[in-house]
């Protein structure tokens, strides 16, 4: 099964950024859709981006044009470069494969890794 270690998050004040990272455990990452999810305290996980296997990209409306979604597979790498953060962007964020199911992006398996943690205060 594929594995992921999520890397890059910290404190960060209303405004500023921040550059997530996903590294994954196994080449053969390439071939699937990544996407970049985020739970915060008392709600559900939601999803925040994706990123296919040919590079095409789609966001959360919350997020559009804020955030950019990019992949490296040589560095077996999916990056969430965050800019004008707002306070409600905090959450854990964690990052697995997907796939389109009933013609909406869900994750392959219930596989979640650490995740890491953002938190925009001032």
């Known amino acids: 099964q594929l594995q992921f270690v999520e890397s890059g998050g910290g404190l960060v004040q209303p405004g500023g950024s921040r550059r997530l990272a996903c590294t994954a455990s196994?080449?053969?990452?390439?071939?699937?859709?990544i996407a970049w999810y985020r739970q915060a305290p008392g709600k559900v996980r939601e999803l925040v981006a994706v990123v296919t296997a040919n590079s095409s990209t789609n966001y959360a409306d919350t997020v559009k044009g804020r955030f950019t979604i990019s992949r490296e597979n040589a560095k077996k790498t999916v990056s969430l470069q965050m800019n004008s953060l707002k306070p409600e962007d905090t959450a854990v964020y964690y990052c697995t494969t997907v796939h389109i199911r009933d013609n909406e992006w869900s994750p392959r398996n219930d596989y979640w890794g650490q995740g890491t943690q953002v938190t925009v205060s001032s």
């Open positions: 196994r080449s053969v990452f390439s071939i699937y859709a």
